[in-house]
T-cell receptor, first 112, second 115 residues
């Protein structure tokens, strides 16, 4: 049974810092690993999708990596800004009907 | 442009009073999903439709049902809401069951409160 864990649960950093959010999963038989952003009271916005055959994906200041053998993914945010404050969720996709298993998220606060 | 639209954004109902949440999509995707997310927890899949084929997760309570009258719309019905059903309900779509190359697209969610 796939389980996804995110550490830390919460993170507060000053503006401009580079930071890393961690995600671990128990079943390496995933089709992909996705990172989402969730603002308070809102739905999920897809940030990056890494297929199982890929090692990393980049979008702007975001870089996500995937290491299936160790069951880990990281989301790297460069030069953080207050607008990056949100909850970041990772999810592993597995199963014949593309079931997403989510972590509980990391709540990020970037202060000026 | 909104592609997955959930209505209403906020829903308040009374304990035990049936409630229906709505999701529509303009993507013409085959698959529609419903997730439940309780406060500070991970979203949890309740069920999904592939076209008209319905699949219920094993641990989804019988109190929750779904309808998909056409490709564009999908409804979540809660027959007798209890206090434990207060949560954010998220609708998502994907084009197909791919090999990991197809993202799921989420709506803004409906926050359900139970009085």
């Amino acid at each position: 049974k796939q389980e996804v864990t995110q550490i830390p649960a919460a993170l507060s950093v000053p503006e401009g810092e580079n930071l890393v959010l961690n995600c671990s999963f128990t079943d390496s038989a995933i089709y992909n690993l996705q990172w989402f952003r969730q603002d308070p009271g809102k739905g999920l916005t897809s940030l990056l999708l890494i297929q199982s055959s890929q090692r990393e994906q980049t979008s702007g200041r975001l870089n996500a990596s995937l290491d299936k053998s160790s069951g880990r993914s990281t989301l790297y945010i460069a030069a953080s800004q207050p607008g990056d404050s949100a909850t970041y969720l990772c999810a592993g996709l597995s199963g014949g009907y593309n079931k997403l298993i989510f972590g509980a998220g990391t709540r990020l606060a970037v202060h000026p | 442009d909104a592609m997955v639209i959930q209505n209403p954004r906020y829903q308040v109902t009374q304990f035990g009073k049936p409630v229906t949440l709505s999701c529509s999509q303009t993507l013409n995707h085959n698959v529609m999903y419903w997730y439940q997310q309780k406060s500070s927890q991970a979203p949890k899949l309740l069920f999904h439709y592939y076209d008209k084929d319905f699949n219920n997760e094993a641990d989804t309570p019988d109190n929750f049902q779904s309808r998909r009258p056409n490709t564009s719309f999908c409804f979540l019905d809660i027959r007798s809401p209890g206090l434990g059903d207060a949560a954010m309900y998220l609708c998502a779509t994907s084009r197909d069951f791919g090999a990991g190359d197809q993202p799921q697209h989420f709506g803004d969610g409906t926050r359900l409160s139970i009085l």
